[in-house]
């Protein structure tokens, strides 16, 4: 069973930098985009970035300029560089995978503070 595993997030001052991590354990087959989400308290999940099997990107216009989305393929991991961060980032971050079948990963906290 596929599972996705995020990692990298923590609590930062505004203008850090944090890179989040999602690693796919097992192998995901036919995959039509990798992406990230987040959710901040009261709010609906909002998607981030997309990277799909052409390696198009596309980004929210909240995190145009500061974040970047990247995957390596061989180690089946998708990352997503946030730098720049503001404290309207801060949300639980998900990553999400599109394939035959659509998997999530259980989230990691982003906190920035002022």
């Known amino acids: 069973q596929v599972q996705l595993v995020e990692s990298g997030g923590g609590l930062v001052q505004a203008g850090g930098s944090l890179r989040l991590s999602c690693a796919a354990s097992?192998?995901?087959?036919?995959?039509?985009?990798m992406n990230w989400y987040r959710q901040a308290p009261g709010k609906p999940r909002e998607l981030v970035a997309v990277?799909?099997?052409?390696?198009?990107?596309g980004y929210a216009d909240s995190v145009k300029g500061r974040f970047t989305i990247s995957r390596d393929i061989a180690e089946n991991t998708v990352y997503l560089q946030m730098n720049s961060l503001k404290p309207d980032d801060t949300a639980v971050y998900y990553c999400?995978?599109?394939?035959?079948?659509?998997?999530w990963g259980r989230g990691t906290q982003v906190t920035v503070s002022s």
């Open positions: 097992g192998l995901i087959d036919s995959i039509n985009t």
């Open positions: 999400n995978i599109v394939a035959r079948n659509t998997y």
């Open positions: 990277l799909d099997n052409s390696g198009a990107i």
